[in-house]
């Protein structure tokens, strides 16, 4: 047994068994399937790694173009950055739109989750057949998330970043969401993106209205826009318009008789780039000015937010004020290499909207300078009224109060007439028809010069309250003041004594479709007594003092104003009577406006040569009033209700003086020198050379070295004051006893 045992246990092992041929396949395929596993998961990291961050939100978030509209709802131009584009729902876009770009970009584009893999084989088979890269496979999907997300570089990683990012799109959105993200963002060419800017671009029409050829051009283009967009490639465009027109009616998107019509209608001859024309380029300018100044919209938003912004514009009156402003027939000649300059704004006194801005012959636009609301200019004489006469009649002052014209000194300020003359007793209402310096500057001194700055900086003029100085009632400001500016300010006198500040926009209507709603409230910063007593002197320049220039054929309120030029070297050698600024400031019971000229830069060279205020700007005014109000019923500057019956004149200084007695309280005063007669200015333009109205004064170098400057209108040597009659007082307006009878004379 032993020696059994111990045989047995020394018998070599049996061989095992070898693998089968079975064994050894199934065993390689596992090994080679687990290396593409991991080789396969390594790639799909490596190619999926830096994925892009991904916010949905991002996909409906778009930069828009903002619309403008004017007063009466009309689109008038668009805003837009980089991007010109207007978003709009898929209910919009007709099913022929909708069709074509299925019909280009993805037929089975309602039938794959993201990617469509039978579309992926056919596009490599047709590759290597053509041995290159002749059509791609890309979805609707795809391309959105490209556009959206990704660059356009042509590498494997980003095609797979494409493609994992298309599937969760596609569980997150449905099919027609999606097609409405890309019909709002893709690119056709020329700067429009998104089919409603592209619509307007080419056709002139919105989206909603394209019919079957017009469909397949716009489907066209995106594939590559600068070679199918059919300005730049009109063969190419027809051609694959009409390929893409086949394959809709192919697949019964369209009648065979829909393809023949439509495959021969002509391609669109000339792009529709209204948004680029400079039409209106003044007021838009304001417009966005105001947005991001005055109501803090941040500038992009209101170049890419998709904002609809209402305005007050009046195309009638913006047309005028353009047309005017490029008719040289308006301006005087001038040196060929610089244009003399002006600048107008028409305000409605009643709501304080603006209707129309004119910036400057040949305006620009793109945010040039705008002369309407970011010229400083001295205002001369237009500013009597706002600084002077009406707090005068707010304090119980009368038009038909007198005073004396003659030489004053203020502590060494000495003004003087244009002429160096003086007329003796002149009535309150005479001297603001006339623009006599003088009784300004005393009436001035009488009121408080801080009360005069005060009511000025009440209406808008932003004075400084520290700078009462005599000199500004003759207009020499500091900073100057804008056309817009005095507009307003003459604008709250012509509305009964309630200012509102102007404004352009009405309301903004955001993306999201919130409404911003702009409403300025009324402040009564004169009374009605007083306001219709400064209206009723204001009356008088146009009547028949230096604004006659103005006339309309209708009431017309308004006065004059022209600066000298400051007296430095400079000016030595000008032998003419040279101005730098001249102005007219006016208005009817419906409108105001406002008209500056001059040069941007005065110099030897380029200056006024003998124009006032009561030349080529009183025509402007003229000639766009008389357009804008040509088919408005004339209306009337009717008194305030309960208007009392007026109080007698006073004389005011300075010296001693007795009227002759009349018959009535209300005829004006004897004077030592002879003003112009009623009519006595034609009311038709003068030529240059014959000054219309005003002539220079004296030069005022306190505080600034800026010249206010009228003239009377040439006259016969006897003429015959105007009658007038003393405006009634109000019961708003302070006690006789608040103002004194006789103030004490301010003598040399």
Known sequence: MTETTEQTEQRPPAPKPKPSWL???????????????????????????????????????????????????????????????????????????????????????????????????????????????????????????????????????????????????????????????????????????????ASQLYFGKDAKDLNAAESALLAAIPRRPSYYTPNNNPENARERRNTILSVMAKNNMISEFQYEKAKREPLPEQLHTSAADKTYAAYIDYVIDELVHRHNFPEDQVYQGGLKIYTAMDPLIQQTTEQTLADTNHFPPGPEDQLIQAAVAVVDHRSGEIRGLGGGRSYEGNRSFNRASQLRRQPGSVIKPILVYAPAMEQGFSPDDTITDMPMDYSGYAPVNYDGQFRGPVTLRQAVAYSINLPAVYLYKLIGPANGVKFANSVGLNLNPNEVYLSLALGGLSNGVSPLQMAGAYAAIANRGNYIEPRAVTKVVDAAGKTYSFDSTPQQVLSPAAAYRMTEMLTATVEWGTGSRARLGRPVAGKTGTTELPPVAEFQNVTKKGNKDAWFVGYTPELTCAVWMGYDRTDARHYLNQIYGGSYPAEIFQAILSTALKDAPVQSFDPPENYTSPRPSRFLGPGSWSPKPKSTPSSPPATTLPMPAPGSQPATPLPPSSPPGETPSVTILAPTPVVPVETPPTTPSTPTPPATSAAPSSSSSPSPSSTPASPEPLTP
């Not at 961050?53 to 509209?69: C, E, H, I, N």
């Not at 993201?114 to 992926?120: C, E, L, N, T």
């Not at 059509?135 to 797979?160: W, Y």
């Open 23 to 197: 064994f050894k396949l199934v065993y390689a395929l596992l090994i080679t399937l687990s290396m593409l596993v991991i080789a396969g998961s390594a790639s799909v990291f490596y190619l999926l790694r830096d994925l892009p961050k991904f916010d949905a939100t991002t996909l409906g978030s778009l930069a828009a173009t903002s619309q403008v509209y004017d007063r009466n709802g009309a689109v008038v131009t668009t805003l837009h950055g980089h991007q010109n584009r207007l978003p709009i729902p898929l209910e919009q876009v007709p099913e022929t739109m909708k069709n074509a770009i299925l019909a280009a970009e993805d037929l089975r584009f309602y039938d794959h989750q993201g990617i469509d893999v039978r579309a992926i084989f056919r596009a490599l088979v047709t590759n290597l057949q053509d041995g290159r890269y002749s059509q791609g496979a890309s979805t609707i999907t795809q391309q959105l998330i490209k556009n959206a997300f990704l660059t356009n570089e042509k590498t494997l990683r980003r095609k797979a970043h494409e493609a994992m990012l298309s599937i969760r799109v596609e569980s997150m959105f449905t099919k027609d969401q999606i097609l409405e993200m890309y019909l709002n963002r893709i690119y056709f060419g020329n700067g429009a993106y998104g089919i409603q800017a």
